[in-house]
T-cell receptor, first 110, second 111 residues
């Protein structure tokens, strides 16, 4: 039962353009959402998060948008840089549960 | 059909006890990992196993020991549990670093 889905396994964008990574969830009990970034041969590192009481959280080039009615969140990276090339995992949590998506591999071309 | 499964999902135990958390993957992946999630939701890698060989061992207390009977399993044993061990522990697996898949976590509470 996949409660968190990242339907795009990969995404390729040009340097300087916007990258949009999408994530859908099914469990309405989730109230906190996170994005992790993972480089090859390294563990995932926390990137940005958002609480369900907000619909947007911004940190530098990274912005996460939450649409609770659609059970959808997205991560925007603008402008994209080659160093952003990595696998991005969406995660959703409630008080007693946390689930990860399968990840989206982002490639930013110079 | 769960790809990476952890058991138990919840574990409440007293200080000083020894406990194990099991992890199994049916993806045919060659590497498995254990992470500890801190109060800020950061994931800290504890161990990874590749074909039964420990290839990452971060500075975790030696009370924690991974046990891998075969490629599909990586269990986490914890001796002499302490209050600070209370956390959510995640298992994950990958094939050569790709296809990274997380389990759903085990919430350990030490009382």
């Amino acid at each position: 039962d996949q409660q968190v889905k990242q339907n795009s396994p990969s995404l390729s964008v040009q340097e300087g353009r916007i990258s949009i990574l999408n994530c859908d969830y099914t469990n309405s009990m989730f109230d906190y959402f996170l994005w992790y970034k993972k480089y090859p041969a390294e563990g995932p590192t926390f990137l940005i998060s958002i609480s369900s009481i907000k619909d947007k959280n911004e940190d530098g080039r990274f912005t996460v948008f939450l649409n609770k009615s659609a059970k959808h969140l997205s991560l925007h990276i603008v402008p994209s840089q080659p160093g952003d090339s990595a696998v991005y995992f969406c995660a959703a949590s409630s008080a007693n549960d946390m689930r990860f998506g399968a990840g989206t591999r982002l490639t930013v071309k110079p | 059909d769960t790809a990476v499964s952890q058991t138990p999902k919840y574990l409440v135990t007293q200080m000083g006890n020894d406990k194990s958390i099991k992890c199994e993957q049916n993806l045919g992946h060659d590497t498995m990992y254990w992470y500890k999630q801190d109060s800020k939701k950061f994931l800290k890698i504890m161990f990874s196993y590749n074909n039964k060989e420990l290839i990452i061992n971060e500075t975790v207390p030696n009370r924690f020991s991974p046990k891998s009977p075969d490629k599909a399993h990586l269990n986490l044993h914890i001796n002499s549990l302490e209050l600070g061990d209370s956390a959510v522990y995640f298992c994950a697996s990958s094939r050569g670093g790709n296809g990274y898949t997380f389990g759903s976590g085990t919430r350990l509470t030490v009382v």
